[in-house]
């Protein structure tokens, strides 16, 4: 069996000791850079599975990098999952409307960032073959291709994966917690600023009018839905 390749990308070798040491332990192949640069040559040469990112690097920072992840269709449905010891609720925003699916705080648990590299493989692989469909918006499952009016829309992988959980269920209110855990893939608490940053991106990707979106409507005091009658 092939094992699925994570690149750890920190300057800190102790922290990317220590996650190499979970990670091959867990069953994954890892790949180790300690700067941006080199992060970008082994994207490039080696295309690993999902992307363990530091935001701060001595050369290029884990936005710029995220930035060239999402802008190279060769890499872009790359998951990257944010490490950083950054806390403000504003640098979490910003990396993820950059296109980052995850995002952990310093300190963390080896343990909690398996599980959620886990979490988001499972959620990459676990796709069934089908087009789903909702006026002009229409998903091609099995390839991953969302289009709207027959134009393809760029979607990372996370808001492919909510977008797709919504579509499946066209019209049923979904509570936010569970989409954190049918669309990010985890059960835990404290990601509702995480979830509706997602949202709020998917709006301005696939709506008309973002401001007053016809697909992917807000229930007020329960959640999210995608409109039964678009």
Same mark, same amino acid.
């Given at each position: 069996? &092939?094992?699925?390749? %994570?690149?750890?990308?920190?300057?800190? *070798?102790?922290?990317?000791?220590?996650? @190499?040491?979970?990670?091959?332990?867990?069953?994954?192949?890892?790949?180790?850079?300690?700067d941006?640069?080199?992060?970008?040559?082994?994207?490039? /040469?080696d295309?690993?599975?999902?992307?363990?990112?530091?935001?701060?690097?001595?050369?290029?920072?884990?936005?710029? &990098?995220? #930035?060239l =992840?999402?802008?190279?269709?060769?890499?872009?449905?790359?998951? &990257? !999952?944010?490490?950083?010891? /950054?806390?403000?609720?504003?640098? *979490?925003?910003?990396?993820?409307?950059?296109?980052?699916?995850?995002?952990?705080?310093?300190?963390? $648990?080896?343990?909690?960032? =398996?599980?959620?590299?886990?979490?988001?493989?499972?959620?990459?692989?676990?796709?069934?073959?089908?087009?789903? #469909?909702?006026?002009?918006?229409?998903?091609?499952?099995? @390839? #991953?291709?969302? *289009? =709207?009016?027959?134009?393809?829309?760029?979607?990372?992988?996370?808001?492919? $994966?909510?977008?797709?959980?919504?579509?499946?269920?066209?019209?049923?209110?979904?509570?936010?917690?569970?989409? &954190?855990? *049918?669309?990010?893939?985890?059960?835990?608490?404290?990601?509702?600023?995480?979830l509706?940053?997602? !949202? @709020?991106?998917? @709006?301005?990707? %696939?709506?008309?009018?973002?401001?007053?979106?016809?697909? !992917?409507q807000?229930?007020?005091?329960?959640?999210?839905?995608?409109?039964g009658?678009?």
């Open positions: 069996m &092939i094992k699925q390749r %994570i690149l750890v990308v920190d300057d800190d *070798k102790e922290v990317v000791r220590l996650m @190499r040491a979970y990670l091959e332990q867990a069953g994954y192949e890892v790949l180790v850079a300690y941006g640069d080199t992060a970008v040559h082994i994207l490039r /040469r295309k690993p599975d999902l992307l363990l990112l530091d935001l701060m690097l001595p050369d290029r920072d884990g936005y710029d &990098i995220t #930035r =992840v999402r802008s190279d269709p060769a890499l872009a449905a790359t998951p &990257i !999952i944010m490490l950083t010891a /950054r806390v403000a609720d504003t640098d *979490k925003i910003v990396g993820l409307e950059m296109g980052a699916d995850d995002y952990v705080t310093k300190p963390y $648990n080896p343990r909690e960032v =398996v599980a959620r590299v886990r979490a988001r493989l499972r959620s990459q692989s676990a796709v069934p073959s089908q087009t789903l #469909r909702a006026g002009d918006l229409a998903m091609d499952v099995e @390839r #991953r291709e969302v *289009k =709207v009016n027959g134009r393809l829309i760029d979607l990372t992988p996370t808001e492919f $994966n909510l977008l797709r959980v919504l579509m499946q269920q066209a019209g049923y209110v979904f509570t936010r917690s569970e989409l &954190i855990s *049918k669309g990010l893939g985890l059960d835990y608490e404290g990601l509702d600023r995480t509706d940053s997602h !949202i @709020r991106n998917l @709006r301005h990707k %696939i709506e008309p009018e973002p401001r007053h979106p016809v697909y !992917i807000t229930v007020y005091g329960v959640g999210y839905r995608l409109a009658d678009v």
